[in-house]
């Protein structure tokens, strides 16, 4: 059996389409003038007593008037009229009346064109008599003549007219698909839109309200405890609570405008908040160490904020799995990338198992392979848990 040819992707068959179509004129031009010669040399035509570098002169001016059609039509047609007046010479008067119907849209040139060969096959009858013999016999006899305009300028022209009409239907069918295209994406737009909306209150709904009740309960507890590390605690949470109902606005945000460019949303934290990140895991009574390893260089706003996310996914499973251990925290810029490694020692008590743990982690992984980078998190021999992430740097870095 003979294999099969893989087909060519679509933007190589519009490649050689518009490849071909610039080469029509060319094709167009040398057609016209072989066929010129052709016709003066009796081969198709009515045979010319003139000199031949007259007869070559002329159908070399009929090709380049054919090939230059596209740009200026009135040399295709002056050519066209000379040559079938003078010599019976009838392919730049076909090519003449097909582009005229094509190029013609107008009724008044047309009917313009229509006089104009009239005026071209009036004069050529008493030339023809005059010329008599095979000439006379072939475009002045009555039916031979009316066979000549039939087939040199009607046939044509009606040819011409079918391929105008067709080429504006197509493009009308073009632009009407454009546009139902136009209107299902806006549709699209539409639906999302209002997907997002409706996530967005029902979010504000269900998450909203219960960290504001939180927030107000530890204001509350702030105020009427008399205990100092209670007050502490509950300022904490108070404050924690108020960030993260300032995080879901803004999310919602970007829920309903879609991430549209240019929207006015708060800037995505950093490297530079790595250290606030640390204080209040410190705060929350987890002892947090930082280790810069390795000459710091600057790093794009999306790497930056994707070891980030990474530091404060891992500090919050501290926070949840083992509570207030010794954790240290290693950023090391490294040769070919930048790696960060949160370790936590092993808790003391019982580790209480939550339902979704380890999705964090899996969202993670994703945002890490994202920037081609790699994440390792598991425990450790000694009980400890380990979450490494290194990222590559980018070819060219884009400075913050």
Not at 100 to 129: E, K
Request: aromatic share 6%; hydrophobic share 45%.
């Amino acid at each position: 059996m003979t294999p099969h040819r893989p087909i060519p992707p679509l933007a190589t068959y519009r490649r050689l389409v518009a490849d071909a179509h610039r080469l029509v004129p060319g094709l167009l031009g040398l057609a016209v003038l072989v066929a010129s010669w052709m016709s003066v040399s009796g081969a198709v035509g009515v045979r010319s007593s003139w000199p031949t570098p007259a007869l070559a002169a002329l159908a070399l001016a009929a090709g380049l008037a054919a090939w230059h059609t596209r740009v200026r039509r009135w040399p295709l047609y002056a050519v066209a009229g000379l040559a079938w007046i003078a010599l019976a010479m009838w392919p730049a008067l076909l090519v003449a009346s097909y582009h005229a119907g094509t190029r013609q849209r107008d009724r008044r040139r047309l009917g313009a064109y229509l006089l104009w060969v009239c005026l071209v096959m009036g004069l050529s009858v008493p030339v023809g008599v005059a010329a008599g013999g095979y000439r006379y016999l072939t475009t002045v006899a009555p039916a031979n003549f009316l066979m000549t305009c039939l087939l040199l300028v009607v046939l044509p022209l009606v040819v011409g007219l079918w391929v105008a009409a067709r080429r504006e239907t197509l493009t009308a069918l073009r632009d009407r698909a454009d546009q139902l295209e136009r209107e299902q994406r806006a549709r699209a737009e539409q639906v999302r839109a209002q997907e997002r909306n409706r996530i967005a209150r029902e979010m504000h709904d269900v998450v909203a309200h219960r960290v504001s009740l939180m927030v107000l309960h530890a204001g509350a507890l702030e105020v009427r405890s008399t205990d100092a590390e209670t007050v502490e605690t509950a300022a904490l949470i108070r404050s924690t609570g108020r960030e993260a109902l300032a995080n879901l606005r803004d999310v919602l945000g970007v829920l309903r405008s879609g991430w549209v460019a240019g929207a006015s949303l708060t800037p995505q934290p950093a490297l530079v908040d790595l250290d606030r990140l640390l204080d209040e895991s410190r705060d929350a009574g987890v002892a947090v160490t930082r280790h810069d390893e390795g000459t710091a260089r600057a790093l794009p706003p999306t790497l930056e904020h994707a070891v980030y996310r990474v530091a404060q996914e891992a500090l919050t499973n501290v926070h949840r799995y083992a509570r207030d251990v010794v954790t240290d925290v290693h950023l090391r810029y490294l040769p070919d990338g930048v790696e960060l490694c949160v370790r936590n020692a092993a808790p003391g008590g019982t580790v209480e198992t939550r339902a979704g743990a380890g999705l964090g982690l899996v969202g993670l992984r994703e945002r890490v392979e994202l920037l081609d980078g790699r994440l390792d998190a598991g425990p450790e021999p000694d009980g400890g848990f380990t979450v490494r992430a290194r990222f590559p740097y980018p070819e060219r870095v884009e400075l913050a």
